[in-house]
């Protein structure tokens, strides 16, 4: 049974900073390359943040360039986003996915994920 089970969302103020972290288990970490997406009431889910299997390649939307890192630790089978200087408008619900890939790709579009997380809610006041 596949399972990607996310945590460290909480309630931050602006301008501080969380680490999410997201687990895989019942498949092979290193054959998937994992992404991190967000969605708020009312929207399309929409992309984060991606990296490839290895770590090497890693992709973001603007809008989080310069304040989010995606990183991978293939050893622990869990991928983290650390997010800092957050704004109120990061508020959403953040999902992990995985996408089975035999490259060194990583996706930005959520059709190429195999497999998705339950979401962890991360909410920045003002």
């Known amino acids: 049974q596949v399972q990607l089970v996310e945590s460290g969302g909480a309630l931050v103020q602006a301008g501080g900073s969380l680490r999410l972290s997201c687990a895989l288990s019942?498949?092979?970490?290193?054959?998937?390359?994992m992404g991190w997406f967000r969605q708020t009431p009312g929207r399309e889910r929409e992309f984060v943040a991606a990296?490839?299997?290895?770590?090497?390649?890693?992709s973001y939307e603007d809008f989080v360039k310069g304040r989010f890192t995606i990183a991978r630790d293939n050893a622990k089978n869990t991928v983290y986003l650390q997010m800092n200087s957050l704004k109120p408008e990061d508020t959403a619900v953040y999902y992990c996915?995985?996408?089975?890939?035999?490259?060194?790709?990583?996706?930005?579009?959520?059709?190429?994920?195999?497999?998705w997380g339950q979401g962890t809610q991360v909410t920045v006041s003002s």
């Open positions: 996915a995985a996408a089975f890939t035999y490259t060194g790709s990583y996706f930005s579009r959520d059709t190429e994920y195999n497999y």
């Open positions: 019942g498949r092979t970490f290193t054959m998937y390359a």
């Open positions: 990296i490839s299997r290895s770590g090497a390649s890693t």
